[in-house]
């Protein structure tokens, strides 16, 4: 995933010793693999529609104000998992929220590569990375913008929790 390679990178980048990149990688690995819990349940108890179904079969929604296209396609494969929330929103909030705080900043400098895209993408900060990553679900057609923001803070709040209660600094 792009995300751990980001990861890496950084570690790398900041001659992190041994002791000091394990302590990040279960950072990350603890608060993103528990927003993914949280994620995921949500999604389950919602099971709400994703765009590559919904907007074809819009006619049948039972709303007057909604028109189908059924030649409406995403420009990605979408997963098959209900849409919200956005898990990639939830996923990517959590590693960000945790490398910055980590860092203790948020100007950290890295490139990630899109295997899909075969494009690099270079950033100043962890915040400009995730709003291109919560506004490229929208644009892809994989997720609408509620989910990605739902998602984004959900990946805060439970990141934000793991902070508080898992890896206080002793």
């Not at 995921?40 to 907007?55: D, L, Q, S």
């Not at 049948?60 to 409406?72: K, R």
């Not at 590693?95 to 950033?123: N, Q, W």
């Amino acid at each position: 995933m792009v995300e751990w390679s980001i990861t890496r990178q950084l570690a790398g980048a900041h001659h992190l010793s041994s002791l000091r990149t394990a302590r990040l990688l279960a950072l990350v690995y603890v608060a993103s693999t528990d927003t993914l819990i949280a994620c995921y349940k949500a999604k389950a108890h919602w099971n709400f529609w994703r765009p590559v179904t919904a907007i074809p079969l819009a006619g049948t929604d039972g709303n007057a104000a909604t028109d189908p296209d059924p030649d409406w396609t995403p420009l990605r494969v979408t997963a098959p998992s209900p849409e919200y929330p956005s898990g990639h929103a939830c996923f990517t909030t959590a590693v960000m929220t945790a490398l910055g705080s980590f860092f203790g900043r948020d100007d950290l400098t890295f490139a990630a590569y899109s295997p899909a895209s075969g494009t690099t993408r270079h950033y100043d900060s962890l915040r400009a990375a995730t709003a291109e990553l919560l506004e490229a679900r929208v644009w892809a057609g994989v997720h609408y913008r509620f989910a990605s923001e739902h998602g984004h803070r959900v990946g805060l709040a439970v990141t934000r929790d793991v902070l508080n209660h898992a890896f206080q600094r002793r």
